[in-house]
């Protein structure tokens, strides 16, 4: 019997666009894809509300990126791409986070274990930063994690290959978008 998976939409937000440029349309094909056979489509959203920002400041994003470098809740850089957020379906949801890990504080593997989900397929930005950290995350806790090469993006190429390499090394398998749909045909 095959895994029950799940696919994560990481971080796929207007800030984020110029990272995306290869990325979005993969992204787009893998949630049709899931979305055509009615599998489970979770999407993070990164951002700061005003409490964050409050003394004493506690968040270690905020501290480390300070208030001009954070993602404000609200904001249209904080918005999800529109082309994403056309995906958002009731079957589907989108889950805050403030962190780099879509685990922390999101629910996010309460809705996995409720949904049997065995696997989890990480795309969408920042390879290196959040869809790495999320990947550890679910590897840490028991489920099965591919990380999609040509549907996650980075700051650079250089980055964004980096990241993967290290990924791979450690927590689970680098596939493509076509290597990914193939496996789950």
């Known amino acids: 019997m095959a895994k029950k998976t799940a696919l994560l939409i990481i971080d796929m937000q207007n800030i984020f666009l110029p990272m995306t440029t290869t990325s979005l349309p993969n992204v787009i094909k893998l949630s049709n894809h899931f979305s055509s056979r009615q599998y489970l489509q979770l999407f993070t959203q990164h951002g700061h509300p005003p409490s964050d920002f409050e003394p004493p400041i506690t968040n270690q994003l905020v501290l480390k990126w300070g208030n001009s470098g954070s993602i404000h809740t609200n904001t249209p850089e904080w918005e999800l791409i529109p082309s994403i957020k056309s995906l958002v379906t009731s079957q589907s949801q989108v889950l805050p986070k403030n962190t780099y890990d879509g685990f922390l504080g999101t629910g996010l593997e309460e809705k996995l274990r409720a949904e049997g989900i065995e696997r989890v397929i990480i795309c969408g930005v920042m390879t290196d930063c959040c869809c790495d950290t999320t990947g550890r ?30 990924w791979g090394f450690g927590y689970g398998e680098v596939l493509t978008t076509a290597e990914v749909i193939k496996r789950l045909s």
């Open 137 to 166: 995350g679910a590897f840490n806790r028991g489920f099965e994690t591919w990380m999609v090469s040509d549907a996650t993006g980075s700051a650079s190429k250089s980055q964004h290959e980096r990241g993967l390499a290290a």
